[in-house]
Each structure stands twice: as structure tokens, then as C-alpha cells.
């Protein structure tokens, strides 16, 4: 089957895509949906890390289609962030998630001013958290009484360090990109493992920088692999690379497509965890599949055309068996665009439902196939 045939679908996805989303803004608003239970969004409150992802696919279709309906509700979930950032005490590393996909995406898209100056500032804060020992950008704050996370990294954060090489890019200041480069230089040396599998979650002693341990987090076993970190790893490399021009990122993001691709299930959607022990139940995570199949498109425009028809055509049967076995485009009654995401299964929340962040990257992925070159990561 050849790439071209293989995109038959698109339109098709597109449209339906569109109009689900189109239905939904009458109903979410500028809220900040994150899981669909029982077919509706549960909408977060705004300084959870998944509050640019509606935003996000807002300002993707609004590119394309002009709908000004979906360009005001974007534009309304930026303002509401404003109360984080001003708040300030919320705000953890996941300030590239969130201002990536509002403020940058509206600043260029419109070039509004006012976006350009919020995500600087986001930028600011994601650039203060980083540890000088340790060369790692610190993951959250101590949120209970006690609780001790100083010297926590996690692989989330490969798609947060693009809000700073944009900062340098906006402003000239290269200070943003060196953080951005330590981090991910810490991502190479303690995340990413030699068959291309990650780490979660990464220990450091906060004051010496030494390392401590690696932790499964999300995933099931500290040393299992959790899929969407995978996921999270493959293209935040491949980001980096965009970005810095590095070849280490490159090398290492393509072992990591590797493994995520050599572990894929049959019908190319991957299960959250891709070491599972056979008592642990093998619930598909799509929203690793919808980002790791945007992260395969970006990579195959960095590498000669032998490699790049292999991710290419990768990332295009991930998102068409995505569109065909898990898009809810007949049930009137579910919000979620795709079914069947997994946001924590050790903690037993949201497992096995449509996910705001799956939804996204496979209107990313949709957007890259029909040449949108207006990626707000990028
Ligand atoms: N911690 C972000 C995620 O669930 O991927």
C-alpha cells in the first residue's frame, strides 16, 4: 500500500473531526476538558496541565477552516489562564503544555502582542525551574505538606522545552535555548535507555545533581515502558532537534520511534504500557499513539527519503486505524473524539475513555497529512 493511496481517508477524518468539535464548542465553551466519562468532558480547572489542548485543536481548525466561533473560544481559554499566571503558586513545568498551545498558537496565527507577552513570561517561569547541578527542568511542586519532589524530572517535559527555544527564537536571548539544551541532554544520559524505552520519572539529589533512581510513575513498573512517555520522549526529540540541530537528539529520537513502532499491537494503536505482565490488563492508550504518529510525521521530514517512508508511512497507519476502530464519529452521545485513551492507570483514573490530549495530536496529525506547516511547537 503506498503513502498516497493510504490518505483516501483524510478529508473524510477532517470533516468529521471538524464538525465534532464544532458541536462541542456550543457545549464546553472555554472550559478545559480533559476526559470524556459517560460521553461528556469533565472540564478541569484551569491551571491543570491539560488546559491548552482545547485551545489548541481550537486555533488548528480555526487555520484551516476560518470558524470565528472557534477563534473567540481560543482566544476566551487564553484569558482565563491569565488568573495562573498571575496566581503564580500553580504553575509547575507543564507551562509549555499549556502556553505552547494557546499563547504561541495565537501569536502565530494573529500576532497578537498581548499572546507574544504571556508566553514570555510563561517561557520565564518554565526557564526558572531549572536545577544548575542537575541540568534537568524540576517537575512539579511539593503539593502536600511534606512531600519532597525537588529533585524530580520527568519525560513529559521534552514537550515543554519548546516554549523556550521559541523564547530565544522571539527574543534573542539564547539563555532559554541552553536551559532547553541542558535539559534534553539530561533526557539522552538518564532517560532514555539503550533499546530506545524511557523512564517516567528521574531522581536527582536536588543539591548535588547526582542521580538517585528511576521511577515508573505513570507506567506500571520503574522498569516497564510506559507508552505515552514514549511517546512524549519521540517527539520532544525530535522537537529538539528541529530546534537545536543537535544529531544526538535525532539518533536518539529515532531509537525511541523504534521501539515505540517494534511494540505496537496489530492494529498500530499501543497498549499504555508496552511491558505488561499477563495479569495486568492491556488497555489501549490512543492519545500515545495520536502523539507519537505526529512525532513519527516531523521526524520523517528530518531524515533522507528511505527512513522518511518508513516513519511517514508509520504515522499514517497509526492515525488511519485511530480514525477507523477508534473515532467516535457516529455516537452522537460521546464528546471524545477518540476512544479508548489511558491518562493513569496506577492511579486507576481515566482508563479506557477518550482524552482531551488524544484528541489533539490526532488533529495534529490530521493537520501535518494536509500540509499545515503552522505546528505551534515548531
Ligand atoms: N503527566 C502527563 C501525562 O499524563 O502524560
Known amino acids: 500500500m503506498s503513502n498516497t493511496a493510504a490518505l483516501d481517508w483524510l478529508e473524510e477524518a477532517w470533516r468529521q473531526a471538524g464538525a465534532k468539535t464544532l458541536r462541542n464548542g456550543a457545549r464546553i465553551g472555554s472550559n478545559f476538558p480533559h476526559a470524556s466519562q459517560g460521553g461528556v468532558y469533565v ?13 489548541g485543536m481550537l486555533w488548528l ?60 513570561q510563561a517561557a520565564n517561569y518554565l526557564a526558572g525551574r531549572f536545577n544548575l547541578k542537575g541540568r534537568f ?90 507508552s505515552r512517555g514514549t511517546a512524549w520522549a519521540l517527539y520532544g526529540l525530535t522537537l529538539g532537534y528541529h530546534h537545536a540541530g543537535k544529531p544526538a537528539y535525532l539518533d536518539a529520537a529515532k531509537r525511541v520511534a523504534h521501539f515505540f513502532l517494534a511494540n505496537l499491537p496489530e492494529d498500530r494503536v499501543p497498549h499504555w504500557d508496552f511491558r505488561l505482565p499477563p495479569e495486568v490488563t492491556k488497555y489501549r492508550d490512543s492519545s500515545a499513539g495520536a502523539c507519537a504518529a505526529s512525532g513519527l510525521l516531523l521526524l520523517a521530514e528530518k531524515v533522507g527519503r528511505t527512513e522518511a517512508e518508513l516513519y511517514r508511512g508509520a504515522a499514517i497507519r497509526m492515525l488511519e486505524s485511530l480514525y477507523r476502530n477508534y473515532g467516535a464519529w457516529d455516537d452522537p452521545n460521546e464528546e471524545g473524539l477518540i476512544l479508548h485513551g489511558t491518562s493513569h492507570y496506577p492511579e486507576g483514573k481515566n482508563v479506557d475513555v477518550p482524552l ?18 503552522t505546528i505551534f511547537w515548531q
Not at 472540564?43 to 482545547?54: L, Q, V
Not at 509547575?92 to 505552547?100: A, E, I, K, Q
Not at 490526532?362 to 494536509?370: A, D, M
Open 43 to 55: 472540564c478541569e480547572e484551569p491551571h491543570w496541565w491539560t488546559a491548552g489542548f482545547w485551545p
Open 356 to 373: 482531551i490530549y488524544g484528541d489533539y495530536f490526532f488533529v495534529e496529525g490530521l493537520s501535518r497529512l494536509r500540509g499545515n506547516d
Open 61 to 120: 481548525f480555526y487555520r484551516e477552516n476560518g470558524e470565528e466561533t472557534l477563534r473567540r473560544l481560543a482566544e476566551a481559554c487564553e484569558e482565563r489562564l491569565d488568573d495562573v499566571l498571575r496566581e503564580y503558586t500553580k504553575l509547575d513545568h507543564d507551562l509549555g503544555f499549556m502556553w505552547t498551545l494557546t499563547s504561541v498558537a495565537s501569536y502565530k496565527i494573529t500576532g497578537n502582542a498581548e499572546s507574544r507577552r504571556r508566553a514570555l
Open 137 to 226: 527542568i524540576r517537575a512539579w511542586n511539593p503539593w502536600s505538606a511534606g512531600q519532597d519532589n525537588a529533585g524530580i524530572a520527568i519525560i513529559d517535559c521534552a514537550m515543554n522545552v519548546p516554549l523556550l527555544f521559541w523564547a530565544t527564537a522571539e527574543s534573542g536571548d539564547p539563555r532559554y535555548r541552553h536551559i532547553a539544551e541542558a535539559h534534553l541532554d539530561t533526557v539522552l544520559e538518564r532517560f532514555v535507555r539503550s533499546d530506545g524505552s524511557v523512564y517516567h520519572i528521574v531522581r536527582f539529589d536536588p543539591l548535588t545533581g547526582d542521580f538517585v533512581e528511576g521511577i515508573g510513575g505513570q507506567g506500571y513498573a520503574p522498569e516497564s515502558a510506559w
